[in-house]
């Protein structure tokens, strides 16, 4: 044999040595039978029906030392198709897939190869999902997720070209969470770094991956150098992310949260985000999350809104990383790995109840579970925005982008400026996670179109808070029409708050604004409101509504008499750069149909007016009404003396 072929074979034989046992470390966790696949599954249609009734495909699985195994997929058609161009298929060899578990071979399922194997005839794909299963999850796990999704590829036969095509993994685990909260392209985009590699691994298991940043990935723990890294699931993410947060307190005052430390305890990154005052604790008889004191005491007047990519643990298990806070059900759903990662619901107010674990007991702490969140540094309060729009028609719709991400968005629209002399609201649809339409709303006598107006707006997540010892609350309802509807309040206001309001849907064109009266600390109510001359009768709404507590002494907060003449607020603050300006009538002093508009005089001065639409008559006076009004301001840099 020549002596050049001879060395070629021998490196090629020490590398794939070499590369077995790279991925023959001891996993860092157990591999036990609950976290190897246990089916694969795969729905095709095609552009046209095959020739053959049943058929069978291969699946090529590939890791980064370019090691493959390969699957037989038996298809037949789908039952109840009407064409016969749908066809499923399943793994005919599942022990082996579960095999690629064990040597903590994470790369192949990075690269994965349809291949058209065993016939001859071309397969024309219209669309193409494949689904991987894992059994005895438990509840709280979604057992399921699909790990390829393609649209419109074109195979040759076996004795043709193109015999293969690469399968895009995390096209597929993105469309199956997408599908899943029902998320637009826009809505996944602003999700932070961490969670979106978070979710290109679902359906994984084993330890290393192509795609990330080490050759050998550490995320999990493996029995080598890299493991000193970082400990536990979610942390690798994070680091990836550059992400670091500091420490304020005591010994750990200036400690960075970069993992470069040996492995630790499941919940020891919560203690990094405890010593960075980043931690909060859910706190049940509120269903808030309050920041964690140095003294392990809440603070009450501290409160958060869990965010995508957050840090969330269950006190002495592993950390796991929220994709969604829902504040109505009062259900986390997270991200859970590593044997495998997988979408997992925890239904964080059941699991805290103290009769949780032992329903038969007296009631202790120890049946309860404690949840945690760290804050990830995207994480957001509020959006404040600024959106300008010429209304050239009355079925044309603006789009406005948060630029952030929402679990549950609550938007608000300011008072709009004077442009204009003809009576217009403000509508909205699409409310989405990260972003919204909306439109200058002309009263149905008009023609619908409209000067350029400047509007601002409010973006809170659903859900009591306290900002800065500020109580607010943001919520909605979702069947408001023309009849007075009392709607309760959550938060424990010591004072009426302010109420802003803002219908958020078009279930019906006719044009319509939202009324308020009897505000309490307890209550108040809402309806819908159309033009004087139309039947007055209106389809239920969604209505979102923002209540916030006045401050005595404050800037940003006014409650002021108004009526149809100009009013002038207050300018106490002075050297404004830039100011937002929302308003809502508390009163119903005047039953005609009307609106808020406002004027800024000088910056961040303003004065504002009640508009009444005169569809009926051409008579617009307005009785005092009681006006709620909320302000922000960036001051301007003052130049040193």
Same mark, same amino acid.
């Given at each position: 044999?020549?002596?050049?072929?001879?060395?070629?074979?021998?490196?090629?034989?020490?590398?794939?040595?070499?590369?077995?046992?790279?991925?023959?470390?001891?996993?860092?966790?157990?591999?036990?039978?609950?976290?190897?696949?246990?089916?694969?599954?795969?729905?095709?249609?095609?552009?046209?029906?095959?020739?053959?009734?049943?058929?069978?495909?291969?699946?090529?699985?590939?890791?980064?030392?370019?090691?493959?195994?390969?699957?037989?997929?038996?298809?037949?058609?789908?039952?109840?198709?009407?064409?016969?161009?749908?066809?499923?298929?399943?793994?005919?060899?599942?022990?082996?897939?579960?095999?690629?578990?064990?040597?903590?071979?994470?790369?192949?399922?990075?690269?994965?190869?349809?291949?058209?194997?065993?016939?001859?005839?071309?397969?024309?794909?219209?669309?193409?999902?494949?689904?991987?299963?894992?059994?005895?999850?438990?509840?709280?796990?979604?057992?399921?997720?699909?790990?390829?999704?393609?649209?419109?590829?074109?195979?040759?036969?076996?004795?043709?070209?193109?015999?293969?095509?690469?399968?895009?993994?995390?096209?597929?685990?993105?469309?199956?969470?997408?599908?899943?909260?029902?998320?637009?392209?826009?809505?996944?985009?602003?999700?932070?770094?961490?969670?979106?590699?978070?979710?290109?691994?679902?359906?994984?298991?084993?330890?290393?991956?192509?795609?990330?940043?080490?050759?050998?990935?550490?995320?999990?723990?493996?029995?080598?150098?890299?493991?000193?890294?970082?400990?536990?699931?979610?942390?690798?993410?994070?680091?990836?992310?550059?992400?670091?947060?500091?420490?304020?307190?005591?010994?750990?005052?200036?400690?960075?949260?970069?993992?470069?430390?040996?492995?630790?305890?499941?919940?020891?990154?919560?203690?990094?985000?405890?010593?960075?005052?980043?931690?909060?604790?859910?706190?049940?008889?509120?269903?808030?999350?309050?920041?964690?004191?140095?003294?392990?005491?809440?603070?009450?007047?501290?409160?958060?809104?869990?965010?995508?990519?957050?840090?969330?643990?269950?006190?002495?298990?592993?950390?796991?990383?929220?994709?969604? &806070? +829902?504040?109505?059900?009062?259900?986390?759903?997270? /991200?859970?790995?590593? =044997?495998? %990662?997988?979408? !997992?619901?925890?239904? $964080?107010?059941?699991?805290?109840?103290?009769?949780?674990?032992?329903?038969?007991?007296?009631?202790?702490?120890?049946?309860?579970?404690?949840?945690?969140?760290?804050?990830?540094?995207?994480?957001?309060?509020?959006?404040?925005?600024?959106?300008?729009?010429?209304?050239?028609?009355?079925?044309?719709?603006?789009?406005?982008?948060?630029?952030?991400?929402?679990?549950?968005?609550?938007?608000?629209?300011?008072?709009?400026?004077?442009?204009?002399?003809?009576?217009?609201?403000?509508?909205?649809?699409?409310?989405?996670?990260?972003?919204?339409?909306?439109?200058?709303?002309? &009263? +149905?006598?008009?023609?619908?179109?409209?000067?350029? /107006?400047?509007?601002? =707006?409010? %973006?809170?997540? !659903?859900?009591?808070? $306290?900002?800065?010892?500020?109580?607010?609350?943001?919520?909605?309802?979702?069947?408001?029409?023309?009849?007075?509807?009392?709607?309760?309040?959550?938060?424990?206001?010591?004072?009426?708050?302010?109420?802003?309001?803002?219908?958020?849907?078009?279930?019906?064109?006719?044009?319509?604004?939202?009324?308020?009266?009897?505000?309490?600390?307890?209550?108040?109510?809402?309806?819908?409101?159309?033009?004087?001359?139309?039947?007055?009768?209106?389809?239920?709404?969604?209505?979102?509504?923002?209540?916030?507590?006045?401050?005595?002494?404050?800037?940003?907060?006014?409650?002021?008499?108004?009526?149809?003449?100009?009013?002038?607020?207050?300018?106490?603050?002075?050297?404004?750069?830039?100011?937002?300006?929302?308003?809502?009538?508390?009163?119903?002093?005047?039953?005609?149909?009307?609106?808020?508009?406002?004027?800024?005089?000088?910056?961040?001065?303003?004065?504002?007016?009640?508009?009444?639409?005169?569809?009926?008559?051409?008579?617009?006076?307005?009785?005092?009404?009681?006006?709620?009004?909320?302000?922000?301001?960036?001051?301007?840099?003052?130049?040193?003396?």
């Amino acid at each position: 044999m020549n002596s050049n072929i001879k060395l070629i074979l021998i490196v090629n034989v020490l590398f794939i040595i070499m590369g077995n046992s790279i991925y023959s470390q001891t996993p860092g966790y157990p591999v036990t039978k609950r976290k190897k696949p246990t089916a694969l599954t795969i729905k095709m249609r095609l552009r046209t029906s095959a020739p053959e009734n049943e058929f069978q495909k291969q699946l090529k699985f590939v890791n980064q030392n370019n090691v493959y195994k390969i699957f037989n997929i038996d298809f037949e058609p789908l039952m109840g198709d009407p064409d016969a161009r749908t066809y499923s298929g399943e793994l005919t060899n599942i022990e082996g897939l579960a095999e690629l578990v064990v040597p903590n071979n994470r790369s192949y399922w990075d690269d994965m190869r349809f291949v058209n194997k065993y016939a001859t005839f071309d397969l024309d794909v219209e669309w193409f999902e494949m689904w991987i299963e894992y059994g005895n999850r438990g509840g709280e796990w979604e057992p399921r997720t699909m790990i390829a999704y393609e649209q419109n590829f074109y195979l040759h036969d076996a004795g043709g070209f193109e015999r293969e095509y690469h399968l895009d993994g995390r096209r597929g685990r993105k469309k199956y969470i997408q599908d899943y909260f029902g998320w637009s392209e826009a809505d996944f985009n602003a999700l932070s770094t961490p969670i979106k590699e978070a979710i290109y691994d679902l359906g994984k298991s084993g330890s290393s991956d192509s795609a990330d940043s080490q050759p050998i990935n550490p995320k999990y723990g493996l029995e080598d150098t890299a493991s000193n890294y970082c400990g536990d699931f979610v942390s690798w993410y994070y680091y990836e992310d550059d992400f670091t947060i500091t420490g304020q307190w005591g010994d750990h005052e200036g400690y960075v949260f970069d993992f470069e430390t040996p492995r630790q305890d499941p919940h020891r990154i919560a203690d990094h985000f405890f010593w960075a005052n980043k931690r909060y604790d859910y706190e049940r008889n509120t269903n808030q999350w309050y920041l964690m004191n140095p003294d392990t005491s809440l603070d009450l007047t501290q409160s958060f809104i869990p965010q995508p990519g957050d840090y969330f643990g269950r006190y002495e298990e592993h950390a796991m990383m929220l994709l969604k &806070w +829902d504040v109505e059900e009062k259900v986390a759903y997270v /991200i859970d790995g590593p =044997y495998p %990662v997988g979408l !997992r619901r925890v239904p $964080v107010y059941e699991q805290t109840d103290p009769d949780y674990e032992n329903p038969d007991d007296n009631d202790t702490i120890n049946d309860t579970k404690i949840f945690m969140i760290g804050r990830y540094k995207t994480s957001v309060e509020k959006v404040l925005d600024k959106v300008t729009i010429q209304q050239i028609n009355s079925i044309y719709w603006e789009y406005a982008d948060y630029g952030v991400h929402f679990h549950d968005p609550i938007v608000i629209m300011g008072i709009p400026d004077n442009n204009g002399q003809q009576p217009v609201t403000t509508r909205l649809r699409n409310v989405g996670p990260s972003s919204f339409e909306f439109q200058i709303d002309e &009263w +149905d006598y008009q023609n619908g179109i409209h000067w350029p /107006i400047e509007v601002d =707006y409010l %973006v809170y997540d !659903r859900g009591c808070q $306290v900002r800065h010892g500020r109580k607010i609350e943001a919520g909605k309802i979702t069947d408001l029409d023309e009849r007075w509807q009392r709607v309760e309040i959550n938060h424990d206001f010591s004072v009426e708050p302010i109420v802003l309001a803002q219908c958020v849907t078009t279930n019906e064109q006719s044009a319509v604004v939202v009324r308020v009266k009897d505000v309490t600390t307890s209550s108040f109510y809402m309806c819908l409101q159309e033009e004087e001359a139309s039947d007055g009768d209106h389809s239920p709404e969604v209505v979102h509504y923002l209540l916030v507590e006045p401050l005595v002494g404050s800037d940003e907060t006014n409650l002021l008499e108004v009526s149809s003449n100009w009013a002038e607020l207050d300018d106490p603050i002075g050297n404004v750069a830039e100011s937002w300006l929302f308003g809502q009538i508390q009163t119903f002093r005047g039953d005609n149909p009307c609106n808020l508009r406002q004027e800024m005089i000088t910056p961040g001065k303003y004065r504002i007016r009640v508009q009444e639409e005169s569809s009926l008559d051409d008579e617009t006076n307005h009785l005092q009404e009681t006006v709620g009004v909320l302000r922000f301001y960036m001051k301007t840099m003052l130049p040193e003396e």
